[in-house]
């Protein structure tokens, strides 16, 4: 069983920056696949980045590649650095853990993470 507490969240103003931190429980953090997805009002939610187990591979959406930074230390810490934010960036930022999963194409699906938190507020204004 796996705990996850986002935090970091809160109102910036576009071209600024934020950094998401989610703290995991658990003594088997190092064998689950971290993603962080993102859900607009009246939008599906969507992923935004993943990081390997071992760290040395990570994924992100279109939308956010080049301005976005996806880390995990060995503390049970997952982060999502975010620059240059655009006011389109505005949504509820979820943390989630995957068991199984790894190959690089099941990174971008909800169904592949078994964990996830309950969200932090990102709001960007123009």
């Known amino acids: 069983q796996v705990q996850l507490v986002e935090s970091g969240g809160g109102s910036v103003q576009a071209g600024g920056s934020l950094r998401l931190s989610c703290a995991a429980s658990?003594?088997?953090?190092?064998?689950?696949?971290m993603g962080w997805f993102r859900q607009a009002p009246g939008k599906e939610r969507e992923f935004v980045a993943g990081?390997?187990?071992?760290?040395?591979?990570t994924y992100y959406a279109d939308s956010v590649r080049g301005r976005f930074t996806i880390s995990r230390d060995n503390a049970k810490n997952t982060y999502l650095q975010m620059n240059s934010l655009k006011p389109e960036d505005t949504a509820v930022y979820y943390c989630?853990?995957?068991?199984?999963?790894?190959?690089?194409?099941?990174?971008?699906?909800?169904?592949?993470?078994?964990?996830w938190g309950q969200g932090t507020q990102v709001t960007v204004s123009s």
């Open positions: 990081i390997s187990r071992s760290r040395d591979s």
């Open positions: 989630a853990a995957a068991s199984s999963g790894g190959n690089s194409g099941s990174y971008y699906y909800r169904s592949t993470y078994d964990y």
């Open positions: 658990g003594r088997t953090f190092s064998s689950y696949v």
